[in-house]
């Protein structure tokens, strides 16, 4: 049986549902592919993450939330500086990522969970982040209010997501990779060539990296900042929450 492929505009109600049903299907190759069709960039820009956000995650007691944190990747470099908590909605994901944090010595715990509605009190983390996970929400600013929320005030967010290149040379490349190379392999390894193409069609309908940065703004973070990954294929977003 063929997958529905969640529409890749942005927030489409329901559209939740196929995107779970989408990570189930493809969780047993997706650390895999990750690296592969990266070249294991992400790996490179999963660690810049974790630098950005070293001054806050050091204090003594820190506490982390990754959110979207699938196969907990980013859960696991968060590890190695404070403790955190990987939430997720895809159970499939977060089993894989089960495996995975056990050599954390108990500082990574996961959890399945909505970002969109989070199971956690107003300002409890002192760090939140999300690596790839942002655009595949229902509803992009609900989660980007949700994150603000469980922050403590002076709390900081990174948001690690694809975006748009910004070097001319490299954009006709990267799109020829991104829309005909990685849909092929993606679809041959993981049998799901579907969610392959769903990848660079939700890309095209994400806010580029300013529109990103004035969507933070707006939902009231303070010090929003980014900086171009690999030439803008993929940005990383930081902000604060304010003290008051
Ligand atoms: C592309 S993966 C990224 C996983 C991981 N952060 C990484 O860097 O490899 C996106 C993840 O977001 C999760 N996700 C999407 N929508 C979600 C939601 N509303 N609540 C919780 N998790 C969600 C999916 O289940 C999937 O594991």
Redesign the pocket.
Known sequence: MTMERPNPQLNIPGK?RA??AM?EEIAPSYDRL?HLLSLNIDKRW?RLVVRQLRDVIERPEALALDL????A??TIELARHTRVIG????HP?LVIGHQKVGNTANRAFLTE????HLPFAEGQFDAVTV???LR??AHVEGGISEMRRVLKPGGRVAILEFSQPVLPILRPFFQFYFHQILPRIGGLISGSSEAYRYLPQSVRHFPDQRALAEMMRSVGFESVRYQNLSGGIAALHLGERPLT
């Open positions: 939740d995107v779970r990570f990750n999963r979207c944190c699938g196969t990747d980013l939430c997720d909605f895809c994901m969970g909505d970002a969109l690596a790839f996970g595949n929400l």
